[in-house]
T-cell receptor, first 113, second 115 residues
Framework: AQSVTQPDIHITVSEGASLELRCNYS??????LFWYVQSPGQGLQLLLK??????LVQGIKGFEAEFKRSQSSFNLRKPSVHWSDAAEYFC???????????FGKGTKLSVIP | DTAVSQTPKYLVTQMGNDKSIKCEQN?????MYWYKQDSKKFLKIMFS???????INETVPNRFSPKSPDKAHLNLHINSLELGDSAVYFC??????????????FGPGTRLTVL
């Protein structure tokens, strides 16, 4: 069965600082990986996704993520955080041809002005 | 244009009542989903329909019944509501699953509070 672990429940960074949110997955074959963001009181918005090819993927809002098969990781990064990035971030995994999208438990990001 | 919409946004009701949440998507997708997000923000799949056919049915009390009148709509009916049903319910949709994976588009959520 596929699973996702987000080790950090809550992260606080200063505005302008860099950010890295960790995600580890468990899946027997090549996974399809996603990062979603949920702003307070809102639905989930897709930030970026990895299917194949270049292991460094660019997303919206200046986010990027790197797929590392050897570490079963798909960490999300942003070089300079803005106050509007404060939200809950979810990593998710799906298998090829699978309807099942499995989410991690999320990481809450707080941004200090 | 709202891609995936849900109504109502908030729902407050008494224990034992029956309620429905409606979901519509205008993306032309074939597959729709219901998720439950608990108070700790954990998202768990409940159901999925592909072209009006149930394809995912996780361990959910049978008080919850999804209904898909057409592939653009997936409604969630809940009978005999309990306190533990209080949560945010999200509807999502995706195109037919391909080798490119399963990118899902989410609605804004319905916050259900059972008193």
């Amino acid at each position: 069965a596929q699973s996702v672990t987000q080790p950090d429940i809550h992260i606080t960074v200063s505005e302008g600082a860099s950010l890295e949110l960790r995600c580890n997955y468990s899946y027997g074959a090549t996974p399809y990986l996603f990062w979603y963001v949920q702003s307070p009181g809102q639905g989930l918005q897709l930030l970026l996704k990895y299917f194949s090819g270049d292991t460094l993927v660019q997303g919206i809002k200046g986010f990027e993520a790197e797929f590392k098969r050897s570490q079963s990781s798909f960490n999300l990064r942003k070089p300079s955080v803005h106050w509007s990035d404060a939200a809950e971030y979810f990593c998710a995994v799906a298998g090829a041809g699978s309807y099942q999208l499995t989410f991690g438990k999320g990481t809450k990001l707080s941004v200090i002005p | 244009d709202t891609a995936v919409s849900q109504t109502p946004k908030y729902l407050v009701t008494q224990m034992g009542n029956d309620k429905s949440i409606k979901c519509e998507q205008n993306l032309g997708h074939d597959t729709m989903y219901w998720y439950k997000q608990d108070s700790k923000k954990f998202l768990k799949i409940m159901f999925s329909y592909n072209n009006k056919e149930l394809i995912i049915n996780e361990t959910v009390p049978n008080r919850f019944s999804p209904k898909s009148p057409d592939k653009a709509h997936l409604n969630l009916h809940i009978n005999s509501l309990e306190l533990g049903d209080s949560a945010v319910y999200f509807c999502a949709s995706s195109q037919v699953v391909t080798r490119a994976g399963n990118e899902q588009f989410f609605g804004p959520g319905t916050r259900l509070t059972v008193l």
